[in-house]
């Protein structure tokens, strides 16, 4: 069994072809699919989807950082709503991205800690989306702090010490396609880590991994990362596959949720 924590299979490069997606997903052993949202556009695609595979793909809530605007207050309105409405497996993707544009960097900050506070009143995990702000990151992280706050640092790119910090808050790391990169990095950090540390994602349609880089995406192609993260850890695919299954299993409290 095999968990994508993280991907945008509702999205609109895959219209009409989700259900193939899918199909390719368990084909490849990929049983079930986490669904971090984007903003107020991108719900109904979502639910729709998690709704017609309920026991497959799993929806969160929340605001992308790059969809932070001047409607930040009526992005969030929404959020709220749905999160008083239905059941979530977790508040995301939130967090801060100063890699595309500064612009809106004091109403990120301000609309993250707001939903680390979302997760605290709902007590859900997180998924943190994070790109050039690490630092910015874990200090609004360490201002709303709380007992029980967990998650995924997703499509993590820092270094060694980084990625020990992230795991004294109580956090798990989010390792993607970049892993098969061949100048990453990532696979140097994993080797100082151990397979209980981390969760394995896709970020599809992004990101996909070697041999299909420059292609789109897909959680079938989980399969690729799972072979990479095995040769780091020189571990049997299938021993890393069932560790990193069981961690997404207790962050996210999946055996919970229906």
């Not at 690729?224 to 207790?250: G, N, R, W, Y």
Request: proline fraction near 3%.
């Amino acid at each position: 069994m095999l968990i994508d924590t993280h991907a945008h299979i509702y999205s609109e490069e895959f219209n009409g072809e989700s259900d193939e997606v899918i199909k390719r997903a368990i084909g490849n052993g990929v049983t079930k699919i986490l669904l971090p949202n984007i903003d107020s556009s991108s719900i109904k695609k979502m639910l729709d989807l998690s709704e017609k595979y309920s026991k497959i793909c799993y929806p969160m809530m929340g605001i992308h950082p790059t969809s932070v605007n001047d409607d930040f207050e009526e992005e969030l309105e929404v959020i709220e709503y749905w999160l008083s409405r239905k059941k979530f497996i977790a508040i995301g993707e939130i967090g801060i991205d100063l890699y595309w544009d500064k612009t809106y960097r004091e109403e990120q900050e301000y609309i993250f800690r707001r939903q680390l506070r979302l997760a605290r009143s709902y007590d859900l995990p997180v998924s943190v989306h994070l790109r050039d702000s690490y630092e910015v990151v874990v200090e609004n992280i360490q201002k709303e702090y709380f007992d029980g706050l967990k998650g995924v640092f997703h499509c993590f790119s820092g270094n060694e010490q980084q990625a020990q910090e992230v795991l004294s808050m109580g956090f798990k790391i989010g390792i993607g396609g970049t892993v098969t990169f061949k100048n990453s990095n990532v696979d140097k950090v994993l080797s100082s880590l151990k397979p209980e540390d981390i969760v394995l994602e896709t970020d599809a349609p992004y990101l996909s991994p070697v041999p299909l880089r420059g292609k789109r995406n897909e959680s079938g192609n989980l399969v690729f990362i799972l072979k990479k993260v095995a040769d780091i850890f020189q571990m049997p695919e299938h021993e890393i596959a069932h560790i990193t299954s069981q961690t997404a299993t207790e962050v996210f409290n999946l055996d919970n949720f229906n």
